[in-house]
C-alpha cells in the first residue's frame, strides 16, 4: 500500500525553523516528483515547493524554505527558516510523476499524505 506520513509540524515563533518529513512506504520516492503543499484556513490549497530532477519554489517562501531528499531513508524534507505568520497552514505532501522540472500543480501529485499543522505565533 502507498502511504505518505508528514511529521515536524508544530508550534514555533515567528522568525523561527521547523523542519518537515514525508516518509513514503510502499514505494520509492526517488521515483516520483515530490511536493510540498499547504491549506490555510479559508484559503485554498498553494504549491510551496517540489523535487524532482530539479527544485522550484513558490515565490513566497523562495530564500527561506529548503526542499531536500534522503533516498536512504525514503524521506524528503522540507526545512522552513524565517517563518512568517502567513505560513500558518497545514502543510502536506504528495508524489507524482517524476518530470524533470516538477511544477507546483495540485493535479500533478497523485499520492497525498494525510497533512501537518504548522502555526507561526508569538
Known amino acids: 500500500q502507498l502511504q505518505l506520513v508528514e511529521s515536524g509540524g508544530g508550534l514555533v515563533e515567528p522568525g523561527g525553523s521547523l523542519r518537515l518529513s514525508c516518509a513514503a512506504s510502499g514505494f520509492t520516492l526517488d521515483a516520483y516528483a515530490i511536493g510540498w503543499f499547504r491549506q490555510a484556513p479559508g484559503k485554498e490549497r498553494e504549491g510551496v515547493s517540489c523535487?524532482?530532477?530539479?527544485?522550484n519554489y513558490a515565490d513566497s517562501v523562495k530564500g527561506r524554505f529548503t526542499i531536500s531528499r534522503d533516498n536512504a531513508k525514503n524521506t524528503v524534507y522540507l526545512q522552513m527558516n524565517s517563518l512568517k505568520p502567513d505560513d500558518t497552514a497545514v502543510y502536506y505532501c504528495?508524489?507524482?510523476?517524476?518530470?524533470?522540472?516538477?511544477?507546483?500543480?495540485?493535479?500533478?501529485?497523485?499520492?497525498w499524505g494525510q497533512g501537518t499543522q504548522v502555526t507561526v505565533s508569538s
Open positions: 523535487i524532482s530532477i530539479s527544485t
Open positions: 504528495a508524489a507524482g510523476l517524476r518530470l524533470p522540472n516538477c511544477r507546483l500543480r495540485f493535479n500533478d501529485y497523485r499520492y
